[in-house]
C-alpha cells in the first residue's frame, strides 16, 4: 500500500515536472516573438529615420526651386514690361 501510495505521489510529482517545463517551453516561445517584434519595430524606426531625413532633403530642394522659380517669374514680367514699354514708346514716337 506504501508503494503504491508512493507511485501516486511520484506519478503527481512527474506530471508537475512536466507541465513545469511546457510552461518553460512556452515562456521561451513567447519571449522568442518578443525579441522578434522588438527587433522588426527597430527595423521600422530605423526606416522610418531614413525617410524623414529623404523627406527633409526633398523639402530643401523644393525650397531652393521654388525661390528659383519666383526669381524667373519677376524676369519674365520685367522683361515683358520692358517690350511693352518699348512697343508703347516706339509707337508713340510714330
Known amino acids: 500500500m506504501a508503494n503504491e501510495t508512493q507511485a501516486q505521489r511520484l506519478d503527481r510529482i512527474e506530471d508537475k515536472i512536466d507541465k513545469l517545463s511546457d510552461a ?3 515562456l521561451a516561445r513567447a519571449e522568442e516573438k518578443l525579441i522578434a517584434i522588438e527587433k522588426n519595430n527597430h527595423a521600422n524606426f530605423e ?3 531614413r525617410f524623414s531625413q529623404k523627406l527633409d532633403d526633398i523639402e530643401d530642394k523644393v525650397n531652393a526651386n521654388a525661390h528659383t522659380v519666383a526669381i524667373i517669374n519677376k524676369l519674365f514680367w520685367v522683361t515683358i514690361i520692358a517690350i511693352t514699354g518699348s512697343l508703347v514708346s516706339h509707337w508713340m514716337m510714330l
Do not use: A, E, P
Request: glycine share 0%.
Open 47 to 49: 526606416r522610418m529615420n
Open 24 to 26: 518553460m517551453i512556452s
